[in-house]
C-alpha cells in the first residue's frame, strides 16, 4: 500500500478512535500487514486481546471471503468485555474495531459505517 | 413569496469550530439573514469545548436575537448521510412569515408552569399575525436516569432494600434533583390546546439515549430541565404524520396497582408487576440486565390516549417488584407491541408516502433514537431511502428520546419507538 494511502487509512481511523467506545481499531488486507494508528492512541485495558485479533485477524479475512458471494456485511465477536466487529470493506480487506460488550452498539456502528465508506472509496482508487 | 432553506451539516470534533462551520454554510445559502434557526448536536461537544462555545461559534454568523431552539440528539440524518456525532441544523428565510420563540424552565418540577411560560412569550409575539397557518416545534429535556447513593444508575434494581429506596427518592429526586421522567405528558397537551389550529412537531433532547443528561438550546443559552417552542405563522401549507413500524401482538398487561402518579405500575393481573411482565413475554429473568433496553425497544406498549391517538412507550426502569413507564398510564390495560428490523425500515417510507401527492419544500423529522440504536448501520439503507422519496427537497432528521405531533384533525400523539414528521408545501 502506497504511503500517501497508509496516511489516509490511518487519518479515518484516528478519528474513530476519538470516539469514547472505540477502543481499538484497524484495517487489514489479506497479504498486507495490518494498518492502525499508534497503539498508544488504544484505550483497551487488555491489551492480550488485542494481540490476540491482531494474530488471527487473517482468519476473518478467510471467512469473509469464503461467504463473499452470499453477500459478507460484518463479522461479530464477543470476547470478555469486549465486542470485536468486523466491517468487510472488500473480498479482502476487513475494518476492525473493538468495543465495550456492553457499548451502545448501534451509534457506533453509524460511525463505523461512516468510515467503512470512506474507506471503500480509498480502496477503490487503488 | 419567497422560502429559502439551507441545510447544513458539520463533522468538527471541537464545539466553537463545529458551531462557526454550520453557521458559515447556513448563512452562504440564504439571500438575508435567517428568519429562524432549529439545531441538533450530539452529546460529544460536551467534551470538545462544551455547547456554549458550539452556539457562540454559530453565532459568530447568525445574528443574535435570531429565534433559534434545538439541543442535543442521538444522531442526525440529513441528505448527505446519517451521523452519531456531529451537529446539523437547518435555518430558513422567508419574507412572509412571523416568528416567535419560547422557553419554559424546570419542567420537572413544575411541567405546567414551565409549558405555561414558554407559551406566552410564543403568544405575545405571534397572536397578531396575518399569515393563515400554524406550525410549532416544541424541544426539551428528557428523561433522565436518576443516580442515588448505593445504587448508582441502574435500570434494573432487583435488591428490596435498594428497590425500597428508589421508590421512596422517586418524587424527591423528581422535584428537587429534577432528575427522573421529562414529565411532558404533562405539558404537550397545553401546547396542543394553546396551539390548537397548529401544527405540531417535537422531540425530547436526550445524549447518546443512556438518558444520562440532555441539553436544550435557546438562542445562545443552553438548558437543562427546559421545554423551548418555535412558532411559526405563513402563508404555506403543511403536515404531519406519525408511524413506527409496530403492530399488536394481542397480549395485553391488564393493570391491577398504579402508583399516585400512574407511571409506577406495581401490579399486573394482581401479581407483581416485574413477575407478569416476564411471564407474558415468556422472558426469563436474566433478561433484566444491563442489556435489558436493547430488547425492550421491541416490545413498547401502548394505551389509547385522551388526545385521541395511541400512545406508545418502551417499559422504563425495573425496580423491585415494580416497573417505571415514561410516561403517565391511562386506563388500565396496555396493548403489547411488536417490530421486525424490516418493518421499522419501512416506518419511514410509510410515513412519507402520507405526502405523496404533495411537493414539498422542506421536511423537519423526529425519531426515536433507539430506532438508531436499534437499526445501528442499517440506519443508512434509511437515510437512501428518505433521500429518494425527497429528491431535490431538503430535510433534516434528529434522534430523540420521546417524539410528539399535533393536529386539529388527528390529535396529540406523543411516545417513543416513533417516526413522526413536519413537512411544509406551497
Known amino acids: 500500500m502506497p504511503d500517501q494511502k497508509i496516511d489516509a487509512v490511518i487519518r479515518v481511523l484516528d478519528d474513530l478512535l476519538n470516539e469514547d467506545d472505540i477502543l ?51 463479522l461479530y465477536l464477543e470476547i470478555a468485555e469486549y465486542e470485536i466487529i468486523f466491517f468487510v470493506i472488500d473480498r479482502g480487506t476487513v475494518l476492525v474495531a473493538v468495543i465495550p460488550a456492553l457499548a451502545n452498539k448501534g451509534l457506533l456502528e453509524v460511525e463505523i459505517e461512516n468510515a467503512r465508506r470512506v474507506l471503500r472509496q480509498l480502496f477503490r482508487r487503488g | ?102 422557553c419554559g424552565l424546570n419542567t420537572r418540577r413544575n411541567p405546567i408552569l414551565a409549558g405555561r411560560e414558554c407559551i406566552s412569550q410564543m403568544k405575545q409575539k405571534i397572536s397578531e399575525s396575518v399569515y393563515p397557518n400554524g406550525f410549532l416545534f416544541v ?86 430541565n427546559a421545554v423551548v417552542g418555535l412558532a411559526l405563522k405563513t402563508s404555506l401549507s403543511g403536515g404531519v404524520a406519525a408511524t413506527s413500524g409496530f403492530k399488536p401482538t394481542g397480549k ?47 416490545y413498547p406498549v401502548s394505551f389509547q390516549s385522551r388526545f385521541g391517538r395511541n400512545t406508545m412507550q418502551v417499559f422504563g426502569l425495573f425496580v423491585e417488584d415494580s416497573i417505571i413507564m415514561p410516561y403517565r398510564v391511562e386506563g388500565d390495560k396496555l396493548q403489547l407491541l411488536t417490530a421486525t428490523g424490516k418493518s421499522l425500515l419501512e416506518a419511514a417510507s410509510e410515513n412519507l408516502n402520507y405526502f405523496h401527492d404533495k411537493k414539498p419544500l422542506l421536511g423537519i423529522i423526529s425519531e426515536c433514537g433507539l430506532r438508531a440504536i436499534t437499526l445501528g448501520s442499517r440506519l443508512h439503507d434509511q437515510r437512501e431511502t428518505v433521500s429518494e422519496i425527497f429528491g431535490g427537497t431538503p430535510f433534516v432528521s434528529a434522534f430523540f428520546a420521546g417524539e410528539a405531533i399535533y393536529s386539529q384533525v388527528d390529535g396529540l400523539s406523543y411516545g417513543n419507538d416513533t417516526f413522526k414528521s413536519l413537512l411544509f408545501w406551497r
Open chain 1, 24 to 74: 481499538a481499531t484497524m484495517v487489514k488486507s489479506r497479504g498486507a500487514p495490518a494498518v492502525s494508528p499508534p497503539t498508544s492512541r488504544f484505550k483497551i485495558k487488555n491489551f492480550a486481546i488485542w494481540q490476540l485479533i491482531n494474530a488471527s485477524v487473517d482468519q476473518s479475512l478467510a471467512l469473509v471471503d469464503a461467504f463473499s458471494n452470499a453477500g459478507a456485511d460484518k
Open chain 2, 1 to 102: 413569496m419567497v422560502f429559502t432553506v439551507a441545510v447544513a451539516k458539520t463533522r468538527e470534533w471541537n464545539g466553537r469550530k463545529a458551531g462557526q462551520e454550520l453557521g458559515l454554510k447556513l448563512t452562504s445559502h440564504l439571500p438575508r439573514e435567517p428568519t429562524f434557526v432549529i439545531v441538533y448536536a450530539t452529546i460529544q461537544y460536551e467534551k470538545y469545548g462544551g455547547f456554549q462555545e458550539f452556539l457562540q461559534g454559530l453565532h459568530e454568523y447568525i445574528p443574535k436575537g435570531t429565534p433559534l431552539i434545538g439541543g442535543t440528539v442521538a444522531a442526525f440524518m440529513t441528505h448527505e448521510g446519517v451521523f452519531s456525532r456531529g451537529a446539523a441544523a437547518v435555518a430558513v428565510y422567508s419574507n412572509e412569515m412571523d416568528v416567535a420563540a419560547g
Open chain 2, 139 to 224: 424541544y426539551y429535556s428528557s428523561a433522565v436516569v436518576p443516580s442515588y447513593p448505593f445504587i448508582g444508575r441502574k435500570a434494573v434494581i432487583t435488591s428490596k432494600i435498594l428497590g425500597f429506596l428508589s421508590k421512596a427518592l422517586y418524587d424527591f429526586s423528581l422535584k428537587f434533583l429534577q432528575k427522573g421522567v421529562d414529565r411532558s405528558d404533562e405539558f404537550l397537551p397545553l401546547f396542543a390546546d394553546e396551539f390548537h389550529d397548529y401544527q405540531i412537531l417535537a422531540g425530547g433532547c436526550t445524549d447518546d439515549v443512556k438518558q444520562t443528561r440532555n441539553y436544550v438550546f435557546f438562542g445562545n443559552r443552553v438548558l437543562e
Open chain 2, 252 to 298: 395485553e398487561f391488564q393493570l391491577t396497582k398504579l402508583g399516585q402518579d400512574r407511571r409506577i405500575i406495581f401490579e399486573i393481573g394482581g401479581e407483581p408487576a416485574k413477575k407478569a411482565f416476564l411471564k407474558i413475554l415468556g422472558w426469563p429473568e436474566a433478561y433484566l440486565d444491563d442489556r435489558v433496553f436493547s430488547r425492550l425497544f421491541w
